[in-house]
């Protein structure tokens, strides 16, 4: 079947090219700071400032992932800093310019992905007074699955 062609033209509106994010590297820097006090909020702590170096970093990757990656990118960090500032040893090893092969990453520090995903359901948790429904929401999971995590992970 053919789409019909008016209501084609009635719902495709303006086009907007957008060139890719590593054509655009100027805009890294806002774009990681909008997104740090987007993530900040949802888990309720203050939002934390980017190290030169991390942002010098952020600006120097590619981002074959686009704005979406950066987006990403910029959440997990949040999720896993401790501090109020953002540092280079945050950035996940695809992103770090070296890799972060120095052993000081939040990616290296021994933590195993369980329990980075424990921290950040009890800091969601602990930021929402318990609420599962604004936890689950605020970590971009299914209330379903975070029942499972928290069974799986013998978290109350």
Known sequence: HRFR?????????????????????EDIPQLAR??????????ERPTPEFAQDT????????????????????QNMVVVAEGDRLEPRHLPPEVS????????SVWSSGLSLEQIEKQAIRRALHAHG???????????????????????YGLK
């Open 5 to 25: 062609e008016d209501l084609y033209f009635r719902i495709k509106g303006a086009q907007i090219h957008l060139p890719p994010l590593r054509q655009r590297r």
């Open 34 to 43: 909008h997104f740090a006090q987007r993530y900040a909020q949802q888990i």
């Open 55 to 74: 942002l010098a970093a952020l600006i120097q990757y590619d981002w074959p992932g686009n704005v979406r990656q950066l987006m990403n990118v910029v």
């Open 97 to 104: 310019p070296n890799g972060n092969t120095a052993g000081d």
């Open 130 to 152: 318990g609420n599962r429904e604004l936890a689950a929401k605020v970590l971009g999971i299914g209330e379903r699955t975070l029942y499972r995590k928290l069974k799986e």
